[in-house]
Nanobody
Framework: QVQLVESGGGLVQAGGSRRLTCTVS????????VAWFRQAPGTERRIAAV????????FYGDSVKGRFTISRDDAKSTVYLQMNSLKPEDTAVYYC?????????????????WGQGTQVTVSS
């Protein structure tokens, strides 16, 4: 059973940066694609970024493209989301999700394993 634990959330001023960490346990890390989704109050959960099992392919949602970077450290079984130039509209609960297999999929229904989420609040 794959388990995911997010950390790094908190309060940050607009224009600032924050790095989220997703620590993965219980599976074969290099067989797992990992995504970051986010959900603001009253909205659906949407993709922020996803990285494939090899680290060679990634995808970003339009609203974060050019500002966020997803990366993985296989030695630490960890995936990072570096968030720069943060805006108030980036305020959300950020969820780490994982699936076994290839590809960079963006639908929540394709991900079997989920973390509990970490709150990111961007003040103006």
């Amino acid at each position: 059973q794959v388990q995911l634990v997010e950390s790094g959330g908190g309060l940050v001023q607009a224009g600032g940066s924050r790095r989220l960490t997703c620590t993965v346990s219980g599976g074969t890390f290099n067989s797992i694609a990992v995504a970051w989704f986010r959900q603001a109050p009253g909205t659906e959960r949407r993709i922020a970024a996803v990285i494939d099992r090899s680290g060679g392919s990634s995808f970003y949602g339009d609203s974060v493209k050019g500002r966020f970077t997803i990366s993985r450290d296989d030695a630490k079984s960890t995936v990072y989301l570096q968030m720069n130039s943060l805006k108030p509209e980036d305020t959300a609960v950020y969820y780490c999700a994982a699936r076994e297999g290839w590809g960079v999929l963006t639908e929540t229904s394709r991900y079997k394993f989920w973390g509990q989420g970490t709150q990111v609040t961007v003040s103006s």
